[in-house]
């Protein structure tokens, strides 16, 4: 929903549509990090990272089709794009200003990842290590 991208710099997943489920969510979000504090006691500089169309896989469920789902690595920032030009390149354009000094790299058909129930930043996560005396499954 949100991520830091420097310190006092908050990132926060958001939608202008009110008919959107996550518009409450997004607007508590902006309540509660606008009174927020960092640890030096700073007011919090909030950038809103504008979400995409929901993109539907069962009745009533949602994907996790966040653009705050990106990954930093060194020197660069991948992001999801998920077909759609206006907040395709709004999140480019946004990445690219919170992280000036970092080259934003867009990976195309970021859908077809969400389909498995997370983004780029999730599948980047580590891996739990599997024990060398773990009983053999038939």
Not at 17 to 25: L, N
Not at 33 to 49: E, M, P
Not at 59 to 74: M, P
């Amino acid at each position: 929903m949100c991520c830091f991208s420097k310190p006092g710099v908050v990132l926060l997943s958001w939608t202008d549509d009110e008919t959107d489920p996550q518009y409450e969510r997004s607007v508590e979000a902006l309540t509660i990090l606008s009174d927020a504090t960092d640890a030096r006691g700073r007011k919090l500089q909030i950038i809103k990272l504008h979400d995409g169309e929901a993109k539907p896989r069962l009745a009533g469920t949602r994907l996790a089709a966040s653009y705050v789902n990106f990954y930093i690595a060194n020197g660069g920032i991948i992001t999801p794009q998920f077909g759609d030009k206006k907040w395709d390149g709004e999140a480019v354009r946004v990445l690219s200003q919170a992280f000036p000094n970092y080259e934003v790299v867009g990976i195309e058909r970021a859908r077809e990842i969400v389909l498995g129930g997370g983004n780029i930043h999730c599948i980047t996560q580590q891996q739990p290590a599997i024990p060398t005396n773990a009983a053999k499954l038939d």
